[in-house]
């Protein structure tokens, strides 16, 4: 079974640019995470989405963070302009809704896009 | 979701047995215990999940007493390769839940 994926895995650009991220979840997975990690902490929750609408945003930085998913499947997440802080991973994680054989609520992340902003 | 405390890190030897405990004193009945493990470079990844007694599979154990207000994960004769930051969560594990992570506890294991 495929992963979820992410591209591009490094991405290096000044401060006031731009950069968008691409995630394409698990097949089959209504469910999509976006996450920041910086250096040294544990993954922080951006927006969840379930299939194209929007579950949870209330910890992404609206002024210049901005994701969709179009047809409830692969995700962007932009980010315009990017500020030092920004400097993170960011981790696209995929799970199931509703009910599942396993039912643990598991998420699978994608390897992560490494931003770095100078 | 419930706060969780566990150490910062965590030295260990090959073949040794490492356990890692987490406090969750303020645990709700509804609430799962679940244990992720991060390498360098790559997302986090499901260990281990449980609500009470003892879960073993064939990665780890997971040991929760009986007030479930602690747990703790136990790596059997580690290697090399289980160097690396390990998660404690709490909270509904329902699928299509998102997960609240802490700094969790880096293993550092050496030959």
């Known amino acids: 079974e495929a992963g979820v994926a992410q591209s591009p895995r490094y991405k290096i650009i000044e401060k006031r640019q731009s950069v968008a991220f691409w995630c394409n979840p698990i097949?089959?997975?209504?469910?999509l995470y976006w996450y920041q990690q910086i250096l040294g902490q544990g993954p922080k929750l951006l927006i969840q989405f379930q299939n194209n609408g929007v579950v949870d945003d209330s910890q992404l930085p609206k002024d210049r963070f901005s994701a969709e998913r179009l047809k409830g499947v692969d995700s962007t997440l932009k980010i315009q302009p990017a500020k030092l802080e920004d400097s993170a991973v960011y981790l696209c994680?995929?799970?199931?809704?509703?009910?599942?054989?396993?039912?643990?609520?598991?998420?699978?992340f994608g390897e992560g896009s490494r931003l770095t902003v100078l | 979701l419930a706060k969780t405390t566990q150490p910062i890190s965590m030295d260990s030897y090959e073949g040794q047995e490492v356990n890692i405990t987490c406090s969750h004193n303020?645990?709700?009945?509804?609430?799962?215990i679940t244990w992720y493990q991060q390498f360098p470079s790559q997302g986090p990844r499901f260990i281990i999940q449980?609500?009470?007694t003892k879960v073993t599979n064939e990665v780890a154990s997971l040991f929760i007493p009986a007030d479930r207000k602690s747990s703790t994960l136990s790596l059997p004769r580690v290697s090399l390769s289980d160097t690396a930051v390990y998660y404690c969560?709490?909270?509904?594990?329902?699928?299509?839940?998102?997960?609240?992570f802490g700094k969790g506890t880096t293993l550092s294991v050496s030959s």
């Open positions: 969560l709490v909270g509904v594990q329902e699928a299509g839940t998102a997960l609240i």
């Open positions: 994680a995929s799970s199931l809704t509703g009910w599942s054989e396993r039912h643990t609520g598991e998420l699978f």
């Open positions: 449980g609500y009470k």
């Open positions: 097949s089959g997975h209504a469910t």
């Open positions: 303020n645990i709700a009945t509804n609430d799962y």
